[in-house]
């Protein structure tokens, strides 16, 4: 399914990836197409909060503090 390999006989026909291709980040996008395996944000990864870091390693998508930065006094402005 895209990745060039019959469904009949791909391992994994759901799975865009070629069979001895890894996604070693688990973003979805394929080590040999991806422009950083090491970053699990593709270039489509929703960023929810507006922090600069995507949800999938956001640990709260929802608060738009990124987790390197504190809002002291609580009024969303760092």
Known sequence: MGDGICDTVDPDPSDPCIPDNTDADGDGVC???DPDPTDPCNPTSADTDGDGVCDAIDPDPS??????ATDADGDGVL
């Open 31 to 33: 080590d040999t197409i």
């Open 63 to 68: 608060d738009p503090c990124s987790p390197d």
